[in-house]
């Protein structure tokens, strides 16, 4: 295994391909791999520091979001590795959180999410996250103040 404390990212180039098949897809083996791993230390060096881009969709109008198969690959995500927010940054959070709500787009720059689906989806991620923040070592006021909630 390649030791990620000596990087400041952590990067994953995803395909068309990657959405889909997450068997082969590296982020989800990525994520199996940190479900599984009990060093404390090696976690807490890439907390929030693991991203990823998608290629394969340059011709394509639609947002990322609107992408059934990025749709498909978000909602897998979380339903598989829930505590997928300790991980990434809020940017790519945000993103995949459109992507499984499936948001729609009403303006530019400007898209659309049920509340009380985001609001059902975004506490059950975060207290997933949490979770994996104590099981690692961070303390519940820690991971609380991180993502801005009440003790």
Sequence with gaps: MINLK???????G???????DTENNPLFKFFRSM????DKEYIHTIFQKVQFSVSGYDDDSRELFELPEFVLFCRNL????????YFLPQNLC???????LE??????????VDPEKLE??????VEHAIAYGIKVGHSEKEMRDLFLLPK
Excluded: W
């Excluded at 995803?14 to 889909?20: A, C, K, V």
């Excluded at 945000?94 to 499984?100: I, P």
């Excluded at 948001?103 to 659309?112: D, N, P, R």
């Design 120 to 125: 059902m989806f975004t506490e059950r991620c």
């Design 35 to 38: 479900a599984l791993h009990s």
């Design 78 to 85: 979380s339903i598989q590795f829930p505590f997928f927010f």
């Design 103 to 112: 948001a729609k787009l009403i303006g530019v720059g400007q898209s659309y």
């Design 14 to 20: 995803l395909t068309p391909e990657n959405l889909i």
């Design 94 to 100: 945000k993103l995949v959180v459109m992507g499984a």
């Design 6 to 12: 000596q990087f400041d990212l952590v990067m994953f």
